[in-house]
């Protein structure tokens, strides 16, 4: 059990960033989701790199146990692609906020059908 | 080492260089002369590497010279050296549409961006096919999201704004599962090269690793690639992107998706792991006759052309998946050269749908959406474009003569090999379904009279004309002499499925 500590803990993160992703309305909490979500990820990889007692893989005649560096290469790839698309997401929020005056999804549904409904009565004309 | 030997590599760059040298550029020609430039360029590096796997079998090319499995490989065979010809060869002819095409649907001073997106988008894409790096594979799928979101965001009408954070949000989820499904991959084998990476798991297929790999890959790929039912993000973000970037990302984004599908599942896992010891082509059979049936269904009852052809793309990946789900020879060759004769037939449609978008304006000069109220007798103004649509919607039905009737005859087949009529008999219903949402243009475009006060629009720019008809060129060409498509996508099959263990 406490062996796989560290997979509980990116499990529970991981199902509480996409239970947050799908339950809540709001344009800016879904981001914090979807960030929770992807940084579970990283622990995912991070985690099984580390051996206990092994150091930086730098050859010495001292040590004989060395870390596993890809995944830190990996994760600090993905790093910057969350980044880049929470970035993208919050540009996106602000432009949404602009267009609609609202960042709460059922509202900005509620405009987009009421924009249709007048449409269809009063169909603009060529 | 000569340049020759190169040329998988300056595939993927030289369009991501194009990219921030049209940011730099800044005018909206020079940049849409570098990137025009370099997909031109990468369609010819595509063709050449296609008829060198052709003629002397596969290139595995080491990036920086280290060798696999250490450094990264591009392995390119049969598939995804045809896959290149595809992406590429949408890109080379959307992008000179698109100069004329965003004018009315960007404002000027983002031409420039729009041009850089365009760029990283298909360097991305085409990432993910040559690639032979799991790892690579994830960056280079995410770089081509993150534009696509980006050129969706474009599109006039606010909702494109809502569209594109939808498509963000199932699209991240989506990616981050690939990522699980690697690192899991990852955890169990030590190596992200595919080829290593097939090797080593075939000792410990059937590991519980190795299946939640191979979920979290499956639901992932699934929503990038809008398989039924995880297409919500689909309509919409086809809907209200501008026109040139429906045509793109219809004919491309999707496609490339499923060919990772492809290449995960008969490369990676095999087909025995895939296809034999669990109930995943049940399954998948299933879905897509769900999204045969449905999505066109749907597609019947939409208002907008735009949405309409949305819809039928739902219901062609369908048609993909299936031929998946025999997993037999010309099953999988039935999936791989519907990819492309899908790709080119929904591309030409989107463009020419572009046409009419750009070219039936308000009185204020605003583009308005294609509803059928004013599409109505558009056939006198724009015969050209509405011909177009309709050869275009022919090959969605799959008539004889045109590309789309090849593939659904070869998915047939694979369907009467299995000893299975019935689905050879669901295949051809569904396609009067299709018929039904092509013969609605048919009906609006042809017989009625334009409505009272409308103004004379005229035919489409020639500009606009030209790259749709190429691609509606191709839809008949590819119809008639299919050595290159069936030639193809038969090879990859043949070598897919002998790999495969």
């Known amino acids: ?126 | 080492m000569s340049l020759a030997q190169h040329l998988p590599a300056l595939q993927v760059v030289l369009p991501l260089i194009s990219a921030p040298l049209a940011v730099l550029l800044r005018r909206g020609g020079l940049a849409f002369a570098m990137v025009t430039a370099a997909a031109w360029a990468a369609f010819a590096i595509a063709i050449a590497l296609w008829l060198q796997v052709d003629s002397s079998g596969s290139i595995s090319y080491h990036i920086g010279n280290w060798e696999p499995p250490w450094g990264i490989e591009y392995r390119i065979d049969r598939l995804n050296s045809f896959m290149l010809v595809l992406v590429s060869g949408m890109a080379a002819v959307v992008l000179p549409y698109s100069r004329a095409s965003i004018e009315r649907e960007i404002p000027r001073e983002s031409h420039y961006l729009f041009y850089a997106m365009m760029g990283l988008c298909m360097t991305g894409l085409l990432g993910i096919t040559i690639t032979g790096d799991a790892f690579n594979l994830f960056v280079f799928l995410e770089i081509s999201s993150l534009s696509t979101y980006v050129l969706i965001a474009l599109g006039r009408d606010r909702r494109a704004l809502t569209a594109s954070y939808q498509y963000l949000i199932m699209g991240s989820i989506g990616a981050t599962f690939i990522v699980i499904a690697i690192g899991f991959l990852y955890l169990m084998t030590g190596t992200l090269n595919l080829a290593d990476m097939a090797t080593k798991l075939s000792t410990i297929k059937g590991t519980r690793p190795v299946l939640v790999a191979l979920a979290f890959f499956t639901v992932g790929v699934s929503l990038k690639a809008a398989i039924f039912p995880l297409h919500q993000w689909l309509p919409n973000a086809y809907t209200y992107a501008p026109s040139a970037v429906t045509a793109f990302i219809g004919a491309t984004a999707t496609k490339v998706s499923l060919y990772a599908l492809i290449r995960f599942y008969f490369t990676i896992f095999g087909d025995s792991l895939v296809f034999e010891q669990l109930p995943l082509p049940e399954i998948m059979l299933m879905l897509s006759l769900f999204a045969l049936f449905v999505a066109n269904f749907i597609a019947i009852f939409q208002s907008n052309l735009k949405r309409l052809f949305a819809y039928s793309s739902i219901g062609q990946i369908g048609y993909i998946t299936l031929g998946l789900s025999f997993d037999s020879v010309h099953g999988l060759a039935a999936s791989i050269m519907h990819l492309f004769n899908h790709g080119i037939a929904k591309g030409a449609i989107f463009l020419l749908t572009g046409g009419i978008v750009a070219t039936l304006t308000t009185r204020q000069g605003i583009p308005t959406a294609p509803t059928f109220e004013r599409l109505a007798g558009l056939s006198k103004q724009m015969p050209l474009t509405c011909f177009g649509i309709v050869i275009g919607g022919l090959s969605l039905i799959g008539v004889p003569g045109t590309a789309g009737f090849i593939s659904k005859w070869y998915l047939i087949l694979a369907a009467i090999e299995k000893d299975q009529w019935w689905l050879a008999g669901a295949i051809v219903i569904s396609s009067l379904l299709a018929l039904a949402y092509v013969w609605r243009f048919v009906e609006v475009a042809y017989f009625r009279s334009p409505p009272v006060g409308q103004n004379a629009h005229g035919e489409a720019s020639i500009s606009l004309l030209i790259p749709a008809w190429l691609l509606i060129a191709g839809t008949i060409w590819f119809g008639f002499d299919t050595s290159f498509t069936v030639g193809s996508a038969l090879n990859a099959a043949q070598q897919l499925m002998s790999n495969s263990r």
């Open chain 1, 1 to 126: 059990m406490i062996g796989h500590f560290s997979y509980i803990v990116t499990v529970f993160l991981m199902v509480a960033g996409l239970y947050i992703l799908i339950a809540c309305s709001n344009l800016i909490k879904k981001l914090v989701g979807l960030s929770i979500f992807q940084t579970s990820v990283y622990l995912l990889y991070i985690v099984p790199g580390k051996l206990v007692g092994g150091t930086a893989p730098i050859i010495s005649p001292q040590y004989t146990v060395y870390s596993n560096p890809l995944p830190h290469v990996l994760i600090l790839t993905a790093i910057v692609v969350g980044v880049a698309t929470l970035a993208l997401g919050l540009a996106l929020a602000v432009r949404i906020r602009e267009a609609y005056g609202s960042i709460e999804e059922d509202e900005i549904l509620a405009r987009d059908h009421a924009v249709i409904a007048t449409e269809a009565a009063n169909e603009e004309p060529l």
